[in-house]
Nanobody, 121 residues
Framework: QVQLVESGGGLVQAGASLRLSCAAS????????MGWFRQAPGKEREFVAA????????YYADSVKGRFTISRDNAKNTVYLQMISLKPEDTAVYYC??????????????WGQGTLVTVSS
């Protein structure tokens, strides 16, 4: 069982940056694929970014490519989502997810509770 706790959300203006964190419990964090998803008001949850495992492949949704970066610190059991040049359309609840064994970039076994990011224009 893995527990995920997101933090770092908040209210920012367009063009600003934020870094989200996701702290994971578990003994073999480095073996997990980690992902970030988001759900905007009135919309379905959508994929944002994924990290297959430590030092492995990363993958991004086209809408965030070049602006968002996923990274992980296995010593701290934490995955990050660095977001720059934020846009109002990035407003959403952001969820961290974990998968073991790693499968596709879209399939996960564990989910956090989410952290709200609001970008004002």
């Amino acid at each position: 069982q893995v527990q995920l706790v997101e933090s770092g959300g908040g209210l920012v203006q367009a063009g600003a940056s934020l870094r989200l964190s996701c702290a994971a419990s578990g003994r073999t964090f480095s073996n997990y694929a980690m992902g970030w998803f988001r759900q905007a008001p009135g919309k379905e949850r959508e994929f944002v970014a994924a990290s297959r495992w430590s030092g492995g492949t990363t993958y991004y949704a086209d809408s965030v490519k070049g602006r968002f970066t996923i990274s992980r610190d296995n010593a701290k059991n934490t995955v990050y989502l660095q977001m720059i040049s934020l846009k109002p359309e990035d407003t959403a609840v952001y969820y961290c997810a974990a998968a073991y064994p790693p499968r596709s970039f879209y399939e996960y076994d564990y989910w956090g509770q989410g952290t709200l990011v609001t970008v004002s224009s």
